[in-house]
């Protein structure tokens, strides 16, 4: 199965990515972390990277699209894998479909956790983070107002797109996105 998971900062995904991760057995393939791993190891990638992602800024397309495609040929990829945080602006997710014409492996699903905005302002600000200052979850707020949330008409236009409500208990939710995830396993 493949699967992108797209919502907003502090919308839940990672404790969802969690336990699709767990049910389902697929890779999880998240390029916060991946990018945070690459900062702080001082790679290339990281050094380039960290500027963006201390101001709450996405980094650049092309960064993020070769971390991707290396990715996406591990072995452990091979059954499938959740996608999460990538791709967050169209030429990402147009990178991303090249990839995955080439290879033959079309993309199963998109799912979107939705959430208020006043909402996630509350929940960033609790949660702690380096990046999780004011100003800076201000700024990530509107990279994904104007930079990611288009992908929601883009993948809604290739009827890929199925939302769940992120507000709710931890596991009404995952009820939900079992309800979606099970007809495609
Ligand atoms: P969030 O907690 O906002 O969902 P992530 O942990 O997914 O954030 O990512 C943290 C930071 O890493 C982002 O604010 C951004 O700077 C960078 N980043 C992650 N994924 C991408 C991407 N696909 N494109 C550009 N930048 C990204």
Do not use: N
């Not at 967050?88 to 079309?106: N, S, V, W």
């Amino acid at each position: 199965m493949r699967i992108v998971f797209i919502g907003p900062p502090g919308a839940g995904k990672g404790t969802q990515a969690e336990r699709i991760i767990a049910k389902y057995a697929t890779a999880h393939l998240s390029t916060g972390d991946m990018l945070r791993a690459a900062r702080d190891a001082k790679t290339e990638v990281g050094v380039k990277a960290e500027k963006y992602m201390s101001s709450g800024q996405l980094v650049p397309d092309e960064v993020v699209i070769d971390v991707i495609s290396e990715r996406l040929q591990q072995p452990d990829c091979q059954k499938g894998y959740l996608l999460d945080g990538f791709p967050r602006t169209i030429a990402q997710a147009e990178a991303l479909d090249a990839m995955l014409a080439q290879k033959q492996t079309p993309l199963d699903v998109v799912l979107e956790l939705k959430v208020p905005e006043e909402e996630l302002f509350k929940r960033l600000a609790g949660r702690g983070r380096a990046d999780d200052k004011p100003e800076v979850i201000r700024e990530r707020l509107v990279a994904y107002t104007k930079q990611t949330s288009p992908l929601l008409d883009y993948y809604g236009k290739k009827r890929l797109l199925k939302s769940v409500d992120g507000l709710g208990s931890i596991d009404g939710i995952f009820a939900e996105i079992e309800t979606i995830l099970d007809k495609y396993v």
